[in-house]
Nanobody, 124 residues
Framework: QVHLVESGGGLVPAGGSLRLSCTVS????????MGWFRQAPGKEPKYVAS????????YYEDSAKGRFTISRDNAKNTAFLEMNDLKPGDTSVYYC?????????????????RGQGTQVTVSS
């Protein structure tokens, strides 16, 4: 059973930064591409960023480019999402997900596993 646990969310003022972590257990971490998604209340999950198994290739949704950085540490079975210059519109529950498929997959439903999420709230 593959298990993903996110951490690092919280309340920050606009312009602030957060670093989210996603630790994976129960599987071979470097077999998976990893993705981050976010979901605001009453809305569908939205793709944020993803990274291939080695960390050499990354993809971003347009609003994340230049502000967010996805990375991974295969020795620690952990993926990260560094978020800078946060805006109130970034307020959401953030989920990490793992897929054996292509790292450019942007639909959460196509990922094989997902975590329970961590709340990020950005105050204005």
């Amino acid at each position: 059973q593959v298990h993903l646990v996110e951490s690092g969310g919280g309340l920050v003022p606009a312009g602030g930064s957060l670093r989210l972590s996603c630790t994976v257990s129960g599987g071979t971490f470097n077999s998976y591409a990893m993705g981050w998604f976010r979901q605001a209340p009453g809305k569908e999950p939205k793709y944020v960023a993803s990274i291939n198994w080695s960390g050499a290739v990354t993809y971003y949704e347009d609003s994340a480019k230049g502000r967010f950085t996805i990375s991974r540490d295969n020795a620690k079975n952990t993926a990260f999402l560094e978020m800078n210059d946060l805006k109130p519109g970034d307020t959401s529950v953030y989920y990490c997900a793992a897929t054996l498929g292509h790292p450019q997959t942007t639909s959460l439903h196509e990922y094989d596993y997902r975590g329970q999420g961590t709340q990020v709230t950005v105050s204005s």
